[in-house]
C-alpha cells in the first residue's frame, strides 16, 4: 500500500504521539553502505531497489517460503523475527566483509547466513514485505541504542495501533505483539532516532 504523503505525515504524529513529543519531517538522505569504497545510497531506495531487482527478489521469495504462513501481521512479523534470529548470526561487518561499515544485500546475507544489526534487521524487513505486510506497518530506524548507533525495526500493529520494537540482534523479543511492551525511548535501551524509513519515504524529527 502507497500512501499518499500528507496521509503519511499525519499518521507519524498518530504513531509517535504516545513516544515522544517530537514532529516528524520527510526528508532525504543518503548513508555510507560501504565504508571501505565509500559507498553511499539513499535510504529508501537501498530497500526498494532489493524489492523490485528480480535477482534479489527471487532469493527472498525462496527464502521466505520457509517461513510459516499465519494468520494475521502480528503472528507473521514475529514468525519472520524468530526465522532470522535462528537461522542467521550476528557478526561484525569487519569479519563478515573486511569493512567496518557494510549493508549488504538481502541475496548476500541469505547466503552467508550471518550479518550485523542493519543486514539482520534490514532482513527482518524485506521478509516481512515479501510475506504481504505492508509497507505502511514496517519502519526501519538507525539511532542511538545504550550509547552507540544501532539499525531496528518498528511494526505498527493494526491490532493495537501502536508502535513495537522488532529487533533480531538487540533486546529480541519473541512475545505476541500485543503482550510487548510497545515502543518508548528510555536511557536503558533505545535513546533516541535519527532516521526512520521504509522503501517509500524517509523521516527525522523535526529541528526546533
Avoid at 509517535?16 to 548513508?31: A, C, E, G, I, L
Avoid at 531497489?49 to 499465519?70: F, G, H, K, S
Avoid at 569487519?94 to 549493508?103: C, L, P, Q, V
Wanted: proline share 2%; glycine share 4%.
Amino acid at each position: 500500500m502507497m500512501l499518499s504523503n500528507e496521509f503519511a505525515d499525519k499518521l507519524m504524529g498518530v504513531l509517535f504521539k504516545n513516544v515522544d513529543q517530537s514532529s516528524w519531517m520527510r526528508t532525504f538522505y543518503s548513508y555510507c553502505i560501504d565504508s571501505k569504497y565509500r559507498k553511499y545510497a539513499r535510504l529508501d531506495k537501498f530497500l526498494k531497489d532489493q524489492i523490485t531487482n528480480y535477482a534479489i527478489r527471487y532469493v527472498l521469495e525462496e527464502e521466505a517460503e520457509n517461513i510459516p504462513e499465519r494468520k494475521n501481521y502480528d503472528l507473521q512479523i514475529v514468525e519472520i523475527l524468530k526465522y532470522v534470529k535462528k537461522n542467521y548470526a550476528y557478526v561484525l561487518d569487519k569479519y563478515n566483509y573486511g569493512s567496518e561499515e557494510m549493508w549488504a544485500t538481502a541475496d548476500k546475507i541469505i547466503g552467508k547466513k550471518k550479518d550485523d544489526c542493519d543486514g539482520l534487521n534490514s532482513l527482518v524487513y524485506l521478509l516481512a514485505r515479501i510475506k504481504g505486510i505492508p509497507s505502511y506497518m514496517l519502519y526501519n530506524a538507525i539511532g542511538d541504542v545504550n550509547g552507540g548507533g544501532h539499525y531496528w525495526l518498528l511494526y505498527f500493529s493494526p491490532t493495537t495501533g501502536l508502535l513495537y520494537p522488532i529487533d533480531a540482534t538487540y533486546w529480541v523479543s519473541f512475545m505476541d505483539i500485543p503482550s510487548r511492551s510497545v515502543f518508548k525511548f528510555t536511557k536503558s535501551k533505545y535513546h533516541s532516532i535519527w532516521y526512520l524509513f521504509n522503501e517509500n519515504r524517509i523521516f527525522k524529527t523535526r529541528s526546533e
